[in-house]
């Protein structure tokens, strides 16, 4: 019950342990009391019902009060009540209860909740009563649940800001074409903040009475950390997010650094919801940068979309965002991995040198706003087709993938010294940066060379794409993205449908 049924001086719902609203009893389980036996229970014999410490942690049981006139419900057992009587109602009769999850499965909750109810016997004055019959029911609470690109859009976010109106119009424009709802997060909320994909990731709860969506807040906490709690939680949509104790938070920690696949299998393995993909230091690394362990505990806690750890450390930002994506296909797999590839930046930039278009100027009318940049030299490339290399064959082999199922877009990467080493960033916008919408892609405008009048990345990209019947606009987002080292999917976010396939009937 993560979300909050009211709006002004909001509240979980979890957090609140009693019911203000009956809308609330939505968010909860029914489970139902049926007895069938004598009209009274003879002397001494009662209804309980109980579960343990760990169990009133994680759940708590309501009831109507039984004056049924009254529309008000008591707690039975939960926070600090592990045993409680219940009443007996006569002969046959049912009794409803309503069971409200209070945590999401994690790494010391597996998500599994136990609860009892016995018919105890007097045993003389004394002593306890003894059970002689007690009945188990054991709920399973929904897992947090991320949406892949391939889900249909329903609303998309992103941020005003005061440098450039231009990307927003042409945000909008995309959006209203494809008929989605547009939510702008205005100034007085993100104070400047423009990564609206970094600050949190939608995902959704689901069980077979009820579904909402539910934001994930990240610990990264930038001048946009309010806008997850203040505009997004409310009915219907909850909230839930992990601190960060005893570690530091880095920009992996970031949601540009958190996505998911489609549907996959995998070696016979099937993952109807996906798989979540996250960006990590690289594995034989003693130091680097690292997702925060609270994050990445909550993620695979989840266990419906097993996670996969890619290396993304080599990055500056070092989110999976700026090398990967995901976009819909008719065939195969119904979908296409699409990846960052510097060696298909080469051929185009080669080809056209050989097709006499070696003067052709990059960042046409751009000049100025160009940052003064060293060649590369050849070994960092070779490092940079190594890292991308290296997340191609675990994307191949985790998600099950044949290199038909890869397109490889023209991007080039430079390295910038720092103080901590050399890492990488997009040398012109990062078109694998994009944003999806069913078929039609917003994408970085490249700012490539120009051949008879028309970008040759664009060409190149969009001769790419085409074939699978996907429509990209090209989104200048030059300015106010790029050189703040972000693009089209950094700056915006997107709230899907839920899969329509049903998680528990995954085996866990
Ligand atoms: C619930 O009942 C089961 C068996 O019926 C028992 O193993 C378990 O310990 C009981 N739990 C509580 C909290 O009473
Ligand atoms: C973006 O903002 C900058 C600075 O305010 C401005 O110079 C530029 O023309 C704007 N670009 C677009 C594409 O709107
Ligand atoms: C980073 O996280 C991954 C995945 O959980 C883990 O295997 C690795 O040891 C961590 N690396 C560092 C340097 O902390």
Sequence with gaps: NCDSETTYKKTLDSEVDEINKVSD???????????????????????????????????????????????????????????????????KTELAFFVEGLRFPDKDFDGLVTINLSLLEPCGKGFPETPIFTDTVVFHVSPWIMTPNTLKPVEVYVCSTND???????????VDKCGYKLKICHEYMNRGDRWIQDE??????????????????SPRDGDLQDFPYESILGPDFGYVTRHALNEEVSSLDSFGNLEVSPPVTVNGKSYPLGRIIIGVAFPTATRGRNMTQVVQDFLWAQKVQEPIALYSDWLVVGHVDEFMTFVPAPDRKKFRLLLASPDAGYKVFKSLQNNGHGKAEMFPGKHSLIFCYKKSLPSTTV?????????????????????????????????????????????????????????KLGVPKPFGPKVNGRCALETEVCSLLEPLGLKCTFIDDFAPYHKLLGEVHCGSNVLREPSPFKWWNLEL
């Design 200 to 217: 949190l990731e939608f995902g959704y709860i689901d069980s077979p009475h009820h579904q909402f969506p539910v934001v994930l807040d």
């Design 383 to 439: 490092h940079i087709l190594n890292c991308i290399d290296w997340n191609r064959d675990v994307l191949k082999k985790e998600l099950g993938l044949d290199d038909e199922d890869i397109i490889d877009l023209p991007i080039l990467f430079k390295v910038l010294e720092e103080k901590t080493g050399s890492r990488a960033v997009a040398y012109y916008p990062d078109m694998v940066n994009m944003i999806v919408l069913g078929n």
């Design 25 to 91: 009893l939505q968010d909860m389980s029914k489970m139902i009391l049926r007895t069938n036996g004598p009209a009274e229970l003879p002397e001494g014999y009662k209804l309980t019902m109980h579960i343990s410490q760990t169990t009133s942690e994680n759940v708590r049981v309501f009831r109507p009060r039984t004056n049924l006139f009254l529309k008000d419900y008591i707690m039975v057992v939960g926070t600090d009540t592990l045993t409680e009587e219940v009443p007996y109602l006569g002969s």
């Design 164 to 174: 450039n109106y231009t990307f927003l119009k042409s945000i909008k424009n995309l």
